[in-house]
T-cell receptor
Framework: KNQVEQSPQSLIILEGKNCTLQ??????????LRWYKQDTGRGPVSLTI?????NTKSNGRYTATLDADTKQSSLHITASQLSDSASYIC?????????????FGRGTQLTVWP | EADIYQTPRYLVIGTGKKITLECSQT?????MYWYQQDPGMELHLIHY???????EKGDLSSESTVSRIRTEHFPLTLESARPSHTSQYLC????????????FGDGTRLSIL
C-alpha cells in the first residue's frame, strides 16, 4: 500500500531557531516529491518539488532533501519566523498512471513562539 | 500567488439542501481537482478533470458531482446535503498532471446541521 508518513505530528520551536521535518514514503513507482505549506484556513502553497535525480532544493529559508534510495525526505527551516507557523505537508507523486496520482501525508503542525 | 478562487469560504446549512461550491481559476489550466480535508487528516481526491467536458471520480467515494463546461470553472454540487458531508473542500488546478505543482484555492468549510 502506497503511503506517506510524516514526523513529528506537531512541533513547537522558538522564533529564530532551526527545525527539520521528516517524510518517509513507500510510493512506487516514484515521480516526484513536493512539500506544501498550509496556513490555517488557507489552501496549501507549494514550497519545493523534487524529482528522482534531485537531492536538495531550496526556496529561501526552506531547504528540502530527498534520498530516493531510502525513500526519505526532509524539510529544513532556517531562522524560523512567526509566519512559519503552519502545517507542512509532504506529497509524493507516482508515475503509474496518466493522472500522476498524488499521495498526501497528514502534515506536521509547526508552531513558532516569540 | 495563484489565481484560483473558491466561494463561499464558509457555509452552514441544513440537511437536505442542494449546495454548489464554486471554483474558478484564471491561469488557463486544463487540469482541475477537488479534495476533501478533515482536521488533522490528509487530503483526499474526490473529483478531477483533464479539460472541458472531462470529469472523473477520485479515490474517495463522494456523493457530490462536478461539471466542467468552461476551462476556468469547476463547480461541485451536493444534491441533498447530510451531516456526513461536513468537511473542508479544496479546489486545485495545474498545467500538467505530474510535473507541475497544483495550485490550491483557500477552500470552502462546509457544515451541515
Amino acid at each position: 500500500k502506497n503511503q506517506v508518513e510524516q514526523s513529528p505530528q506537531s512541533l513547537i520551536i522558538l522564533e529564530g531557531k532551526n527545525c527539520t521535518l521528516q517524510c518517509n514514503y513507500t510510493v512506487s513507482p516514484f515521480s516526484n516529491l513536493r512539500w506544501y505549506k498550509q496556513d490555517t484556513g488557507r489552501g496549501p502553497v507549494s514550497l519545493t518539488i523534487m524529482t528522482f535525480s534531485e537531492n536538495t532544493k531550496s526556496n529561501g529559508r526552506y531547504t528540502a532533501t530527498l534520498d530516493a534510495d531510502t525513500k526519505q525526505s526532509s524539510l529544513h527551516i532556517t531562522a524560523s519566523q512567526l509566519s512559519d507557523s503552519a502545517s507542512y505537508i509532504c506529497v509524493v507523486n507516482d508515475r503509474g498512471s496518466t493522472l500522476g496520482r498524488l499521495y498526501f501525508g497528514r502534515g506536521t503542525q509547526l508552531t513558532v513562539w516569540p | 500567488e495563484a489565481d484560483i478562487y473558491q466561494t463561499p469560504r464558509y457555509l452552514v446549512i441544513g440537511t437536505g439542501k442542494k449546495i454548489t461550491l464554486e471554483c474558478s481559476q484564471t491561469m488557463g489550466h486544463d487540469k482541475m481537482y477537488w479534495y476533501q480535508q478533515d482536521p488533522g487528516m490528509e487530503l483526499h481526491l474526490i473529483h478531477y478533470s483533464y479539460g472541458v467536458n472531462s470529469t472523473e471520480k477520485g479515490d474517495l467515494s463522494s456523493e457530490s458531482t462536478v461539471s466542467r463546461i468552461r476551462t476556468e470553472h469547476f463547480p461541485l454540487t451536493l444534491e441533498s446535503a447530510r451531516p456526513s458531508h461536513t468537511s473542508q473542500y479544496l479546489c486545485a488546478s495545474s498545467e500538467s498532471a505530474t510535473e507541475e505543482p497544483q495550485h490550491f484555492g483557500d477552500g470552502t468549510r462546509l457544515s451541515i446541521l
